[in-house]
């Protein structure tokens, strides 16, 4: 009996002692996993601290285009200042200045008494040869004179005409007329003014089209060869818009800063745009449907190469790019970069080539950025 119960008795001791170590292994089995839980969660913590913020752009192909933006004036279409062509005293004058005129209206008239005698007296010296001639013709088909003294004659009356016809058109000069339509702008004379030939009268501009002359430098010369319609802004009436098209771009330069004058033909129906103002001209020297650029501030320079970052499943990769021409803020990409790549836009100077980042936004345009 006594060796059943020691047996038994040694029996719950090893139970209990396998019992006793069963739970402290369990025990360290569950901290273990709460420790390499908790260690983790540290990793990530300290991973995701590590982490760059960046601000990518999806790139959208679109419109791109270079534009150069020019000084330029206003000039009429056609200035003209019409003088005087006989020498006499203004009996009358109707040149008003800011008047519009047609071809043929009157401007002054000059005395015409001294011409109107002149004509009247070659007037009738023409007739009295021509009918001397007409007398000489008959007597010489009865052959009573001889065929140069009719010769002599004929020449005497078509010089006799030719004076008249002189004088006729001396009278006629006598009333000055405009030659074209326009605005007179300044007025040479006044009633009463004694004129030699050659003096000025009066200015007339043609404004229905304008002028707009602008510099091309020499190095855009052959671009606006190419084109034919352009914007123009006039700051004088509150930076309004026209467009306007080629009229003539000059051969030669007019000094030396090389730069080749072209002329714009814009309309001026409403006589809005006056000889002088201040213009604005935009030329669009490239222009790309669908192009891809980038802001200017999103490439980077490494080692000497210019490039940009692009992101794909949250790492950094620096791609080389090919530049091409500036669109305000933005700069053309030739190659290096396609649709739909995710370029950084900020916090590039903060990360390198391989890095991992945490994109918080991602944008497709610049102006996405503000909101």
Not at 143 to 152: G, M, R
Not at 153 to 175: E, H, P, Y
Request: hydrophobic share 40%; net charge positive.
């Amino acid at each position: 009996m006594k060796g059943k119960k020691e047996k038994r008795l040694s029996t719950s001791i090893i139970i209990i002692a396998v019992l006793l170590i069963l739970i402290a292994l369990l025990g360290y089995m569950v901290r273990s996993k709460a420790e390499r839980i908790k260690q983790q969660e540290l990793n990530s913590v300290k991973e995701e601290k590590t982490l760059i913020n960046v601000i990518t752009m999806e790139i959208i192909p679109g419109p791109v285009q270079e534009i150069i933006t020019l000084p330029g004036q206003a000039k009429p279409w056609k200035s003209l200042v019409v003088v005087t062509e006989v020498r006499g005293k203004i009996m009358n004058k109707k040149a008003i200045e800011g008047k519009s005129v047609r071809p043929g209206d009157t401007l002054a008239v000059i005395d015409q008494r001294d011409y109107e005698n002149r004509y009247n007296a070659a007037a009738a010296d023409y007739e009295t040869k021509l009918a001397t001639e007409k007398r000489l013709a008959a007597l010489k088909k009865k052959k009573y004179i001889t065929q140069s003294k009719l010769d002599n004659i004929t020449g005497m009356v078509k010089q006799a005409r030719a004076s008249m016809d002189n004088a006729k058109l001396n009278l006629s000069r006598c009333i000055i007329k405009s030659p074209m339509a326009g605005i007179i702008n300044k007025v040479f004379i006044e009633k009463g003014t004694f004129l030699d030939i050659g003096k000025p009268v009066a200015e007339i501009l043609s404004m229905d089209k304008i002028k707009i002359e602008v510099g091309i430098p020499e190095s855009d010369v052959n671009i606006v060869r190419k084109l034919n319609e352009f914007d123009i802004e006039i700051n004088a009436l509150n930076s309004r818009h026209f467009k306007g098209k080629k009229h003539y771009l000059y051969k030669t330069t007019n000094d030396l800063a090389r730069l080749y004058n072209l002329e714009i033909r814009v309309d001026n129906k409403d006589g809005m745009i006056l000889p002088g103002m201040f213009a604005r001209v935009k030329i669009t020297k490239h222009f790309i449907k669908n192009g891809i650029a980038v802001p200017m501030y999103a490439l980077v320079n490494k080692d000497g190469q210019d490039g940009v970052y692009i992101v794909s499943n949250g790492i950094a990769a620096f791609k080389r790019v090919e530049k091409g021409f500036l669109d305000k803020w933005r700069i053309q990409i030739r190659k290096g970069i396609n649709p739909s790549d995710r370029v950084v836009v900020a916090g590039q100077r903060l990360i390198s080539h391989g890095a991992k980042v945490k994109v918080v936004k991602n944008i497709k345009s610049m102006e996405e950025l503000s909101q």
